[in-house]
């Protein structure tokens, strides 16, 4: 078990790492008093937010946290078989 628990261990950092690095790319959702005053809502950006990359960004991310929970998850089964 000592190999498997190495390896989930390994896949838990990287997915952790793979998933501040996508977190850190997104932009901030705030638009504040300038946007209220200028209209932000009718920008290109918010016409088009499925195909922009902030949406892309926004999709990887759930499916990385949902690998993350189920690495732990499985990190934790295996370790908890040993003892």
Do not use: C, P, Y
């Not at 838990?12 to 850190?24: E, K, M, N, T, Y």
């Amino acid at each position: 078990m000592a190999v498997l628990e190495i390896i989930l261990g390994a896949l838990v950092l990287v997915a952790s790492l793979i998933l501040i690095f996508v977190i850190i790319l997104q932009e901030g959702h705030r638009q504040g008093i300038n946007g209220a005053i200028s209209g932000g809502a009718d920008t290109f950006l918010t016409k088009n937010k499925a195909r922009t990359v902030d949406a892309f960004l926004s999709k990887w991310t759930k499916f990385i946290a949902i690998g993350f929970f189920v690495l732990v998850l499985a990190a934790i089964v295996v370790g908890s078989i040993k003892g």
